[in-house]
């Protein structure tokens, strides 16, 4: 892996990928072909850029049945656990609507209600994440969405994985299409002749998906752009080269855009994980993918202390952050920006990507400097409650309209003088 000193004068961030041209091309073309031609262009899609020729867009009962025939009794045990844990965590977030009266009568508050309708987006190409169904799931259910309707790109003989329909089937949803790419993103926005649209796309995806997310926010809600994931591993000279190692390759294998960073302390670690990369590198079933990423995006960071090293992270503003230290717990306080942060040996990063219960959807490229991981607030809206009462209106009205009058708006100010002069 590239070692590199800290100066305060490199940039750490990596640009946003906002996609070739021919890429920005494609999904915008893409999207029009959806908006077009419905269903026919979501075939046609499909077949050229999944290779697969579909009967039919939604998952039947005949293919749920099969997919639960070629799952393992004890793995099904092993998700049900996992939906648990994520939605006692999830459930914690939770907000109640709430009303307040003051002494005049006037009654103040806010009332919570959930999205009607979610479309949610499950990556299918390079591997199959039926732990992200969990997580984008979970907390709109949380939330009270009714319809969640799923989406994700079949496999080249017109199947989704047995884990994805399992998962989901587990999860009660009962809508999913076999669709997936920008030409999903748009269904999902415009909706088709089988595809009702939907209020919110989430839901984690490759370039195409992210830019056609882009391209329909307004026309509905999006969570984030969420792009290749990243992991930054903070150790000093007590932490175990294997384990980080391990754990940076965790997430180098999602992506050949992925990054994989560790912040050290220490020369000698510095040393021994580059060697440990490399060995474990050459064992893995998609060592091409991560030795990509790697490659080009894999760096290890010297510090000269602990200090400069939290600088790092913090410039970072990393989607995953390891802290194996001798006091880890001490420096959590420290980190000002990071979308999930682990917390010693034995939290690797993907007992928060499978089973702990926080969101795995986080914040990537800088992001989590203003923005937090998918949670329960993403699949509520708020609405603000106002009941004034006459005599709050009489207190106040003349306020008011002078208010109003303030910026020229003579509308607003009779809109309340007519009713104070009633009372003359
Ligand atoms: N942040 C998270 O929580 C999280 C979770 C899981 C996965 N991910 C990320 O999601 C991404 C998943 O990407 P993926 O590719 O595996 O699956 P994907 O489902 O996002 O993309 C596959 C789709 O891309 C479209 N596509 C491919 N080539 C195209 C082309 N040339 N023109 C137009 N469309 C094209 C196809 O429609 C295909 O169905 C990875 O980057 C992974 O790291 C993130
Ligand atoms: N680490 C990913 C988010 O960056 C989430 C994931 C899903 N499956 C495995 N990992
Ligand atoms: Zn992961």
């Known amino acids: 892996m590239r070692m590199v000193k800290v100066e305060a004068s490199v940039s750490l961030r990596r640009d946003l990928d906002t996609g070739t041209e021919m890429q920005r091309d ?22 050229t850029l999944d290779g697969a020729e579909l009967d039919q867009l939604r998952v039947t009962e005949a293919e749920m049945e099969a997919a639960y025939a070629q799952m393992d009794e004890e793995l099904i045990g092993a998700l049900r656990e996992a939906m648990t844990n994520i939605r006692d965590f999830h459930q914690r977030q939770l907000r109640q609507s709430w009303l307040t009266t003051k002494e005049d009568g006037t009654i103040l508050g806010q009332q919570i209600t959930a999205l009607d309708s979610v479309g949610v987006y499950v990556p299918g190409g390079k591997a199959a994440y039926p732990s992200s169904i969990m997580m984008n799931v979970i907390p709109a259910q949380v939330a009270g969405v009714k319809r969640i309707v799923m989406v994700s790109p079949p496999q080249a003989d017109g199947s989704l994985p047995a884990g994805v329909l399992v998962t989901a089937s587990e999860l009660g949803v009962e809508e999913i299409y076999k669709v997936g790419g920008a030409q999903a993103v748009a269904a999902l926005a415009y909706g088709t002749e089988s595809i009702t649209p939907v209020d919110k ?4 995806g490759n370039i195409y998906v ?3 997310k882009r391209a ?23 932490g175990d080269p ?7 390759l965790s997430q180098a294998e999602h992506d050949e855009r992925a990054s994989a960073v560790l912040v050290t302390t220490s020369n000698e670690l510095a040393e021994q994980v580059s060697v440990e990369v490399e060995k474990q590198l050459a064992l893995l079933p998609r060592k091409d993918i991560a030795a990509a990423s790697i490659r080009d995006y894999g760096v290890i960071y010297v510090a000269r202390d602990i200090a400069e090293a939290i600088h790092v992270v913090n410039e970072l503003a990393p989607e995953h952050l390891e802290l194996l230290t001798k006091e880890p717990m001490n420096l959590v306080g420290k980190i000002r920006h990071a979308g999930a ?10 007992v928060g990507d499978y089973f702990a219960g926080p969101n795995h959807v986080l914040p990537t490229n800088g ?25 709050a209106l009489e207190a106040n009205g003349s306020k008011i309209s002078a208010l109003a009058r303030l910026e020229g708006l003579e509308a607003h100010a009779r809109a309340i003088d007519i009713r104070l ?3 003359k």
Not at 37 to 42: E, F, N, S, V
Not at 242 to 248: C, E, P, R, S, V
Not at 379 to 388: D, G, L, P, V
């Open 201 to 204: 796309i989430t839901g984690p």
């Open 242 to 248: 294997g384990y980080i190692a391990a754990d940076l």
């Open 367 to 391: 992001t989590a400097r203003f923005s937090s991981p998918l949670n329960v607030d993403d699949f509520i809206k708020k609405s603000s409650i106002i009941a004034y009462s006459k005599e």
């Open 421 to 423: 002069e009633g009372n």
């Open 26 to 47: 494609a999904v915008d073309n893409i999207i029009t072909q959806v908006i077009e031609q419905g269903d026919h262009a979501l075939y046609t899609l499909t077949k």
């Open 341 to 350: 942060i682990f917390v010693g040996s034995y939290s690797s990063e993907p």
């Open 210 to 212: 992210a830019l056609a």
């Open 216 to 238: 329909v926010f307004g026309k509905v809600d999006i969570d984030m752009i969420a792009g290749p994931s990243e992991i930054v591993v903070l150790a000093d000279e007590t």
